[in-house]
């Protein structure tokens, strides 16, 4: 099949400046990653803050030129931002942000805001825009008494839903989810997921999910990329790998999720500093809050192998661990 | 940063008395510089040779000129409105010049950072550390004078303050935030500034404009109190209060009265912007 | 810090430049200096001789560098009035000019200062409305708006001093009061609102909760951080003790650099002009760079990075 978009051997490096004239140390936030997405399917991206995946988002979105490798959608190499052609691309490229406060206008009106895309980029009449409004505001959830208000005045459920309607409202063909749903209560989530993952089903839409909320991502993904510092490291069906992960940092932040009854896998804490992108270890970056580490681990950095489920994972011991497990 | 976040409906406690006072001036100025023609007893060039140096009423004078008469028995009061008129229509236009002037460069400078930036940051550098009366007067050396310059080079005034305010907010909200978000829905610049990044920024922009207005009537009447700023026939506060310092011994009504209006008027300005900035925004000094 | 220092010498640079660039485009814009200098009437071999002469038929950017260059070799014409160096005429103006605002100067500090620390030490006392009144006063009532009241007060009505001139020492007391009233008024204010921001800080509170006695935390702690902000405005206040009085001078017919300044704009003498502009831009970036070692001097934070 072919993918609606595509990362190839992507990398972001902001540079970090020490002092006024000092010399920029590089910040590989995105380190030569490979992704797609098909039409209609959803890529989950986990990992804690600072691993790269808001980074990995905005690549695909377009809204970040990546300094090596390319992003191509729907087969073309994404155009350099703020010029006509991006401006008009947009249209079909989506992003659901995780503040709907901050982005949404505080003095405009959310029905406004909500039609606004349409103005943008000259899509109908007058008349034809103000159903579609009306569509979108049922597609949501959102009764027209709420969209006439002004965005503090709504909850932040009602927010999450008006600027997922905005991010509908030119029918984009890709959804970027930044952590849309974890500024909202537990209860509110799971209506906002719902909607969400309906709404994808019945137009089709191809999304990314980015989270630290694996629960979240295991729902909704139809495939699973787990990034840390930057690199993806075990990728693949979400069943799969939230069942048996075998990345070592995999299995950490699975075996974090709560589950009732007894585990099956024992709870792993990550020990050491939590990780720094501009300070990157040597070799697998992750040695050493691993608790498998070898010498090999330390010198040399684990490429990003295919296994014989369709899994790939980038671990040195990764064989042993599947085997221990099976 | 947190500039742009405003009470949408800021609570409702009544303004102290000194700021209604100082309101109520400034409404009467205004009315008084709107309806001047009207107001004025007489024409401001009126010579009225048998009723010279006449003081006001109440220190010997008549009440046909009830502020007294100058050397050539031109009635004060009337010169006076005019003078309010001219005074208020040029720190006016100058005011809006400087905050439209400052207000684009700013946007320019966050739109484009890079070298745009920098050359905006420089030239906000150099008007913030020379003296402005010096570099006025060394326009007004090489060019003369006309009105028009004049008032475009009061415009130069002050833009600074809302270069700065402009670029701050509107990359505070280029980087997080509403402006962000309509960028990424394929908004052009243009729309993203003047329809969601100015609104949101207005507020602290007229507090700033508030703040400079004062600023701006002083340096009028400071020139024209040197005879480099309004020329005569035409008639300001400094104009008439460089004309009335020859007759300081004399008949020293024709100067107090203008100097009054003056010290009055920027301090009811300047309460005024002290108070709405206390109410608005707090951050900006 | 060197790097810093560097850095502030960049900008600098860079203001004076941007000062002499201004100066050059002002003076082509407002006409032909060959003409101007040699009046319309004389003939045109003599203008074009003169252009010639003076490099006028060159492209613009060359004269930009030659004139570039006079300036950087002190090459700051002749009066058109009497035909001597401008600079001379500014140099020998200079010490009256100082005459008023160095005293002045010592006037807005004594005054200025302690009024801003006891105001905000007493914040809401009557002390702190008074000094607050004054300091809108300072700032609302133009220099000379206060210069001609007092003069109309101390001179013209009781007569016990002069109303201009400078004839002896009393002349000058009206200029420096006047000079002094209304800096003192920007200066208290400043330094009000300077403290009473490091007094809202934690480790006042600290200080104070740890026993340590109210003057000496003042002393100690809040002084020493309220100086910072307030050295850009004295900074500001050196560097205008040669522009700062144009306006005052004229209205006590002093004869300083002011009152040159505004009799050579109304007879549009260039060099003049030009001269005391190149002087002010002078004077104000060496102050500013001097604000910005006191700063490292004081803020031992600026030390490292910017």
Redesign the interface.
């Known amino acids: 099949m072919i993918p609606l978009l595509s990362l190839d051997g992507v990398s972001r490096i902001y540079r970090q400046r020490r002092g006024l004239l000092g010399r920029g140390v590089p910040l590989r936030a995105v380190d030569d990653i490979s992704l797609s997405v098909a039409p209609g399917l959803t890529l989950g991206v986990v990992g804690e803050s600072g691993c790269g995946k808001s980074t990995t988002g905005r690549l695909a979105l377009g809204l970040e030129t990546p300094d090596s490798g390319r992003v191509t959608f729907r087969g073309a190499v994404m155009p350099p931002p703020d010029g006509a052609e991006w401006r008009s691309q947009r249209r079909h490229l989506q992003l659901v942000p995780q503040d709907p406060l901050g982005a949404l206008d505080r003095r405009l009106t959310v029905a406004a805001q909500i039609a606004e895309p349409l103005l943008i980029h000259g899509i109908g009449n007058r008349g034809e825009r103000e159903d579609r409004l009306a569509a979108l505001l049922n597609d949501v959830g959102l009764r027209a008494d709420q969209a006439a208000r002004y965005p503090h005045e709504l909850s932040g459920g009602q927010r999450q839903r008006a600027v997922l309607a905005r991010a509908l409202a030119t029918s984009p063909a890709l959804l970027v989810c930044d952590e849309p749903v974890s500024a909202l209560d537990v209860s509110i989530q799971a209506q906002v997921i719902n909607m969400l993952t309906d709404l994808q089903a019945a137009r089709g839409i191809a999304m990314i999910f980015i989270s630290h909320d694996l629960k979240v991502v295991r729902q909704v993904s139809h495939e699973v990329a787990v990034m840390y510092l930057g690199r993806v490291v075990e990728q693949g069906d979400p069943d799969a790998i939230f069942a048996d992960p075998l990345h070592p940092y995999a299995r950490a932040l699975v075996s974090a999720i709560p589950v009732p009854g007894p585990r099956r896998l024992p709870r792993i804490v990550l020990s050491g500093d939590p990780p720094n992108p501009a300070d990157r270890p040597a070799g697998c970056a992750f040695h050493p809050r691993c608790s498998l580490a070898t010498a090999q681990c330390r010198v040399e950095e684990p490429g990003l192998i295919a296994r014989a489920d369709g899994r790939r994972v980038a671990c040195h011991r990764a064989d042993e661990l599947a085997r221990a497990s099976a | 940063m947190s500039g742009t976040v405003l009470p949408a409906r800021a609570g409702r406690s009544a303004p102290p008395a000194l700021v209604i006072a100082a309101l109520v001036w400034i409404t009467m100025i205004l009315l008084i510089a709107v309806f001047a023609d009207q107001l004025r007893p007489f024409g401001i060039t009126a010579l009225d040779l048998k009723a010279r140096l006449l003081p006001p009423l109440g220190f010997g004078g008549t009440a046909q000129h009830l502020l007294g008469t100058d050397e050539l028995g031109r009635d004060v009061l009337s010169r006076l409105i005019v003078s309010i008129r001219i005074s208020l229509v040029i720190a006016f236009g100058a005011t809006a010049i400087a905050a439209v002037l400052g207000t684009t460069l700013g946007f320019l400078a966050a739109h484009f950072r890079g070298w745009v930036e920098q050359v905006v940051l420089m030239l906000i550098d150099f008007q913030a550390s020379m003296p402005f009366l010096i570099l006025a007067l060394a326009v007004l050396a090489f060019f003369g004078n006309s009105l028009p310059l004049f008032v475009t080079l009061m415009g130069l005034y002050g833009w600074e303050r809302h270069a700065r305010i402009a670029r701050g907010l509107a990359i505070a909200a280029n980087a997080q935030g509403y402006a962000a978000a309509i960028r990424q829905l394929g908004a052009r610049p243009s729309r993203i500034y003047l329809r969601h990044v100015l609104p949101n920024i207005a507020a602290t922009l007229i507090v700033a404009a508030t703040l400079s207005f004062p600023e701006v009537v002083l340096l009028e009447s400071g020139l024209s109190f040197l005879g480099l700023g309004v020329q005569p026939p035409m008639t300001s506060l400094g104009n008439m209060v460089g004309y009335g310092r020859e007759y300081l011994t004399r008949a020293p009504w024709i100067l107090l009265a203008p100097s009054a209006v003056i010290v009055l008027t920027t301090l009811c300005v300047s309460l005024l912007g002290d108070w709405l900035r206390d109410r608005l925004d707090p951050t900006l000094s | 810090m060197l790097?810093f220092l560097a850095?502030r010498l960049v900008?600098a640079a860079?203001?004076i430049a941007?000062?002499v660039t201004?100066?050059f485009v002002?003076?082509r814009?407002?006409g032909d200096p060959a003409v101007i200098i040699m009046s319309p009437e004389a003939p045109a071999e003599a203008i074009a001789a003169f252009r010639k002469a003076w490099g006028l038929d060159q492209p613009i950017w060359i004269q930009y560098i030659n004139y570039f260059g006079a300036i950087l070799h002190g090459e700051l014409g002749q009066s058109m009035r009497d035909g001597r160096p401008a600079i001379a005429l500014v140099l020998e103006r200079i010490p009256a000019t100082l005459a008023l605002t160095l005293p002045a100067f010592a006037l807005k500090l004594c005054l200025g200062i302690p009024a801003g620390i006891q105001a905000a030490l007493h914040r809401n006392s009557l002390t702190d409305r008074l000094v607050m009144a004054g300091a809108?006063?300072g700032?609302?009532?133009?220099?000379?708006?206060l210069g001609?009241?007092l003069?109309?007060l101390f001179a013209?009505t009781l007569g016990w001093l002069p109303?201009g001139g400078q004839d002896g020492w009393r002349s000058g007391i009206l200029p420096v009061i006047t000079l002094g009233l209304g800096g003192a008024g920007i200066l208290a204010r400043f330094t009000r609102s300077a403290m009473l921001e490091v007094l809202g800080q934690h480790y006042i509170r600290t200080a104070s909760a740890k026993g340590v006695p109210w003057r000496a935390v003042v002393r100690n702690h809040a002084l020493p951080n309220a100086a910072i902000p307030t050295v850009t405005v004295i900074g500001f206040m050196v560097?205008?003790l040669i522009?700062?009085a144009?306006?005052v001078e004229?209205?006590f017919s002093w004869p300083g650099v002011g009152r040159l300044?505004?009799v050579?704009?109304?007879n549009?003498?260039?060099a003049v002009?030009?001269c005391?502009?190149l002087m002010?831009?002078g004077t104000?970036?060496t102050a500013?760079f001097a604000v910005d070692l006191l700063y490292g001097l004081l803020d031992p934070r600026l030390r490292g990075?910017?």
């Open positions: 790097r850095l900008r860079l203001t941007l000062v201004f100066a002002v003076l814009l407002s809108v006063a700032f609302t009532v133009p220099s000379f708006v001609l009241l003069v109309l013209v109303s560097g205008s522009a700062g144009v306006v004229s209205v300044l505004i050579a704009v109304a549009r003498d260039l002009v030009q005391i502009l002010v831009a104000m970036v500013n990075a910017r």
